[in-house]
């Protein structure tokens, strides 16, 4: 039976002396993202003699490695990276991807920043035009809607669907708020229709509000 936590332990213990995660992985035989995933939170201070020679015969440089590996640990992004040391970001992926960053650069959190607060006025900006074309087809359909005189039935529903979403139901009295006059008058209107109906008269008054 393979003993995952002994294996676990002698990857640290390699990774701390310098070792590539490829050359952990040959040694005590997995695959080096299972390495990489072991010793992901080991600090790790650069490579051994015997690493910068297996990455110089794979053309890797060691000095290019361990200089874009401190600049990583410094918190610094893959472009600010290629910017300094002229790595693609492509390879500083590949050379990178295991390590964690505690703490990102001020330059890159402010970049961040400026991207989010970018995203948010864009997302602005796309709610805004949204609301426009409802506001905009909603008074389309009014417009075709009121185009011809509406029956008593159907102003005595639109003041019953008034009432339902818009009036005031904590007391006896049957009233509304609202201050678009265009609801005002429909629910008199409504209502009115509701006193033929029934053959009930109650006062009707409106009340104007300073706010």
């Given at each position: ?15 701390k002396?310098?070792?590539s995660?490829?050359?952990i992985g ?29 990455q ?6 060691p ?22 040391i002229?790595?693609p970001r ?15 650069h ?9 991207a ?33 005189p ?20 904590t ?14 008058r ?14 009930t008269?109650?006062?009707?008054r ?6």
């Open positions: 039976m393979v003993d995952y936590a002994e294996l676990r332990a002698q990857a640290v213990v390699l990774r002396e310098g070792f995660l490829s050359q040959r040694r005590l035989g997995l695959h080096k993202s299972v390495i990489g995933r072991w010793v992901a939170d080991i600090p790790f201070s650069g490579f051994n003699c015997e690493s910068r020679a297996e110089l015969r794979s053309f890797r440089d000095e290019l490695y361990n200089r874009a590996l401190e600049l990583r640990q410094s918190g610094w992004s893959y472009k600010m990276i290629e910017a300094e002229g790595v492509s390879t500083l992926s590949g050379w990178l991807r295991y390590l964690k960053v505690v703490e990102y001020p330059a890159v959190r402010q970049r961040t920043l400026a989010q607060a970018k995203a948010v006025q864009a997302n602005r900006r796309r709610q805004c035009g949204v609301k426009a074309r409802i506001q905009s087809e909603a008074a389309s359909e009014m417009e075709v809607l009121l185009a011809e509406l029956s008593g039935r159907e102003i005595f529903l639109m003041g019953l669907m008034l009432y339902l979403a818009e009036g005031g139901k007391q006896r009295a049957v009233s509304i708020t609202n201050s678009d006059p265009f609801v005002i429909t629910f008199h209107q409504g209502r009115a229709l509701s006193e033929r109906f029934t053959g008269a109650t006062g009707r409106s009340y104007l509000s300073r706010c």
